[in-house]
Antibody, heavy 113, light 107 residues
Framework: QVQLVESGGGLVKPGGSLRLSCVASGFTFSHYYMTWIRQAPGKGLEWISYISSSGNNVYYADSVKGRFTISRDNAKNSLYLQVNSLRAEDTAIYYC???????WGKGTTVTVS | IQMTQSPSSLSASVGDTVTITCRASQDIRNDLNWYQQKPGKAPKRLVYAASSLQSGVPSRFSGSGSGTEFSLTISSLQPEDFATYYCLQHNSYPRFTFGPGTKVDIK
């Protein structure tokens, strides 16, 4: 079935880095653009990044621009988010989602402390 | 594009009909989705293109609106419907904006 599975979250100190991954299955990954969304504890949903199906076009929310980098490997059905210069306010569950967010992963938790 | 939702929370009983409103700061045509999120779970898309019901979603959910004002109506609220609901605009693709959410809990 159509599925997205995130990994790579964890506890990191301020200023640290992590690489989040999202593996897709059950659909032709290379045909879809992908997005990352995050949710801070007890807060709402925040779109943070977009990547086109080819990987040639990327966009970021102002809150993460210059610190986060989105990428993908269509041969591995994988989406990535490199998160650098982490701050306490980056603490959140990070979700990957397909295209117009019709399919979501279960999320991976990043804690900056 | 900024999105607002009202109310921010509401209390209702099983069997009630509830309506949640989402407003956009500018015309977004019908480029709006609705999501349901239960505690500890990922969001689930209920409605896309403002009024199209996602496959598998019960027909008691319905969406309407266009331009700047949209609504999600849940008819005959069921116990499993108590959750937080978010709207999402994608008119500014490839940038997206969620509404702040509406929590529906049991009266």
């Amino acid at each position: 079935q159509v599925q997205l599975v995130e990994s790579g979250g964890g506890l990191v100190k301020p200023g640290g880095s992590l690489r989040l991954s999202c593996v897709a299955s059950g659909f032709t990954f290379s045909h879809y653009y992908m997005t990352w969304i995050r949710q801070a504890p007890g807060k709402g949903l925040e779109w943070i990044s977009y990547i086109s199906s080819s990987g040639n076009n990327v966009y970021y929310a102002d809150s993460v621009k210059g610190r986060f980098t989105i990428s993908r490997d269509n041969a591995k059905n994988s989406l990535y988010l490199q998160v650098n210069s982490l701050r306490a306010e980056d603490t959140a569950i990070y979700y990957c989602a397909r295209a117009l967010m019709d399919v979501w992963g279960k999320g991976t938790t990043v804690t900056v402390s | 594009i900024q999105m607002t939702q009202s109310p921010s929370s509401l209390s209702a009983s099983v069997g009630d009909t509830v309506t949640i409103t989402c407003r956009a700061s500018q015309d977004i045509r019908n480029d709006l989705n609705w999501y349901q999120q239960k505690p500890g779970k990922a969001p689930k898309r209920l409605v896309y293109a403002a009024s199209s019901l996602q496959s598998g979603v019960p027909s008691r959910f319905s969406g309407s609106g266009s331009g700047t004002e949209f609504s999600l109506t849940i008819s005959s609220l069921q116990p499993e419907d108590f959750a937080t609901y978010y709207c999402l605009q994608h008119n500014s693709y490839p940038r997206f904006t969620f509404g702040p959410g509406t929590k529906v809990d049991i009266k």
